[in-house]
């Protein structure tokens, strides 16, 4: 099939047109995130992955979308006193995009999977002994607290960030498909 000048001059604008939606919201999104203390995207590496998995769900159908929201800077009582880089937020993707799929009893009777990631910079993270130290105390309290951590070193989300973040979906899937079936057996309303 050939196609027309006009056809390919009608996708062009309309592929500049999401691209420009997606370059403006991708912007708000960081600067709304940097806005919020203690919550900001710093790290290039980070904001790298943070827009690769904001493409990722901005270019795919539903059943295609990541099943999770990626939350930066991450702290609650079960990190102590640590941050987490970004966690794999399950209950609030339900919430905001698939609240008739489960019962709130169930979204919040059911634990959801504690997964972080971190991307560690060498600068940042094992320059010194005594941060070598630091992120293995941080590690075993973590883990120790059911936390699951996946990470990525700085170079490979730099070069690749699509890759790392198909390896996480692949390493994820079987405790989120856990937490599903879970989810569909306590309220029998899942779908």
């Known amino acids: 099939m050939e196609l027309t000048d006009r ?21 708000e ?24 998995w904001s493409h990722r769900n901005f270019m795919a159908h539903e059943r295609d979308a990541l099943n999770f929201i990626l939350t930066p800077q991450f702290q609650d009582k079960s990190t102590g ?20 799929r489960f019962s ?9 999977p504690l997964i972080g990631i971190e991307i560690d ?24 607290r059911g936390w699951t951590i996946y990470r990525f070193t700085g170079s490979e989300v730099y070069n690749d960030p699509a890759k790392c973040l198909n390896e996480l979906q692949e390493k994820t899937a079987p405790l989120v498909s856990d937490w599903w079936r879970t989810l569909r057996k306590f309220d029998g309303k899942g779908k």
């Open 29 to 52: 999104l960081l600067e709304y995130y940097n806005e919020q203390k203690g919550r900001e995207i710093i790290s290039p590496v980070e904001q790298l992955f943070y827009i690769e």
């Open 104 to 112: 709130e009893d169930a979204m919040f009777s059911i634990p959801e």
């Open 121 to 144: 910079g060498h600068i940042w993270h094992e320059k010194t002994k005594e941060q070598v130290q630091y992120h293995k105390e941080r590690e075993r309290f973590l883990v120790s």
């Open 7 to 27: 056809v390919k001059e009608f996708i062009k604008e309309k592929g500049d047109r999401v691209a420009t939606e997606f370059m403006a919201g991708m912007l």
């Open 81 to 100: 006193k640590y941050k987490i880089d970004f966690r794999l937020d399950f209950v609030g993707y339900l919430i905001n995009y698939q609240c008739d």
